[in-house]
């Protein structure tokens, strides 16, 4: 009986330190995926409808095609300032280290960079509205209109909101007037995710993005 209770107890040890050092090995891995201390980070969104960016290229690192309406993962950089090459134009940076910013290309062929939040809130997730349409004093709330969640927001300006975790129905306002909608996003706690209010043809339409950091380039 003696022998057979030592036997379960290194038995129940071994499984212990195999599923730590497990543990360890994952959380190694995850930590060597991560950007550096002190590093800070871009990605670009195409607001432009007809067509894609081809690349986009900052510090020798390249952001490969962006397709039209879509942005791209973050890529991290030491701090310092940058001439980010956007499909052969040049768009000056000054990066500050752990910030993030954001470089629109628009349907005009122009540029424009914005800076974003850092977020760092297991609790919350972060609502990141950009307004990336010619009109100002665009809300984002529900998208039946009963609930503001980010105030008034001006043309080619962003702002951002913690928010706790919910599966929710979005719409941009202006005026009370619905201008475009979501359909349902579920927003989890800890990450980030981006609306975008982007006009095509004429008439505005919500993107919706999960921000991520892409540490392989």
């Known amino acids: 009986m003696k022998a057979l209770i030592q036997t379960a107890f290194f038995v129940l040890i071994n499984g212990l330190l195999i599923a730590m050092s497990t543990a360890q090995a994952g959380e190694d891995a995850l930590y060597a995926a991560d950007a550096p201390d002190g590093a800070a980070f871009i990605r670009v969104v195409n607001a432009d409808a ?16 962006v397709e039209p309406l879509e942005a791209s993962p973050y890529i991290y950089l030491a701090e310092g300032r940058y001439s980010v090459d956007v499909d052969g134009q040049q768009v000056p940076v000054t ?28 609790r919350k997730a972060l609502l990141s509205f950009y307004n990336l349409t010619s009109t100002g004093g665009v809300a984002l709330k529900t998208s039946d209109g009963k609930v503001a969640v980010i105030d008034e927001v001006s043309s080619l300006d962003v702002a951002n909101r913690e928010i706790n975790a919910v599966t929710i129905e979005l719409g941009a306002f202006l005026n009370n007037q619905a201008l475009a909608k979501t359909s349902e996003v579920k927003l989890q706690r800890g990450k980030v995710f981006s609306i975008f209010a982007i006009d095509v043809g004429g008439e505005p339409r919500l993107v919706v993005a999960e921000s991520q950091v892409d540490t392989s380039v």
Not at 52 to 63: C, F, R, T
Not at 111 to 120: E, G, I, P, Y
Request: aromatic residues 6%; neutral net charge.
């Open 50 to 65: 007809s067509g894609a960016v081809a690349e986009a290229s900052v510090g020798g690192k390249v952001i490969k095609e």
């Open 95 to 122: 990066m500050k280290k752990n910030e993030f910013y954001t470089v629109v290309v628009l349907a005009s062929g122009d540029t424009k960079v914005l800076k974003d939040v850092s977020f760092d809130n297991p």
